[in-house]
């Protein structure tokens, strides 16, 4: 019964790949781009014909090619995609393949429920009581950056106003117990690392 399960599984995502291919395109090759649902990442599926070396561009909606990579192959991959940090809005996504063919798809990116920030925050080994603090950022927003001291006690406390990227080298001396780093933006999202 298993068995008969798989194998029905498999036959309806492999009818769900065909149907997913262009008409122009031979049945035993194809390209289909599917979101990973909640997230930024879409996931390329390419079934070729001959191993090699093939091309994947991206170009935005006004046809600039933003990322380009040759991915060498056997009969096919299945590669992620991670649009976070975009612009909204429609893509297209070219394979050129070994013989020089090209298969197209478009896909539309949303801005997910899941945050776009990426919040990193480290301690410097060689320096005493120093620590960096990056975030990525796509747009102009107000970060706030709290630290506390280990019976936590506000030890420092700021907000800014960033437009894009923000990085920031702190000292923090002479303070009791581990340290806190809090980093929070007005949207909600909150990240919080102790040292």
């Known amino acids: 019964m298993k068995a008969r399960s798989l194998f029905l599984a498999a036959l309806v995502t492999v009818v769900s790949l065909a149907t997913a291919v262009g008409k122009d395109v031979p049945r035993n090759t194809g390209l289909a781009v599917v979101p ?10 390419y079934k070729g014909e001959t191993t090699g070396r093939v091309k994947l561009n991206i170009y935005n909606a006004s ?26 809005g429609e893509y297209t996504l070219e394979l050129v393949d070994v013989t020089g063919a090209k ?19 480290s301690k410097l080994v060689k320096e005493e009581g120093k620590f960096l603090v990056a975030v990525t950022n796509a747009g102009t927003e107000k ?26 080298l702190y000292t923090i001396k002479n303070v009791t117990g581990g340290l806190t780093f809090e980093v929070s933006d007005e949207a909600g999202y909150t990240k919080t690392i102790r040292f």
């Open 143 to 168: 970060i706030n950056v709290r630290i506390y001291d280990g019976a936590n006690n506000l030890v420092h406390s700021e907000s800014r106003e960033v437009k894009g990227d923000f990085a920031q």
């Open 63 to 88: 046809s600039r090619i933003i990322f380009s990579e040759s991915i060498n192959v056997g009969d096919g991959f299945i590669c992620p995609l991670n649009f976070a940090g975009l612009e909204p």
């Open 103 to 121: 298969k197209v798809e478009k896909v539309k990116y949303l801005t997910s429920t899941a945050s776009s920030k990426n919040v990193h925050i």
């Open 36 to 45: 990973v649902k909640g997230s930024e990442i879409f996931k390329v599926i």
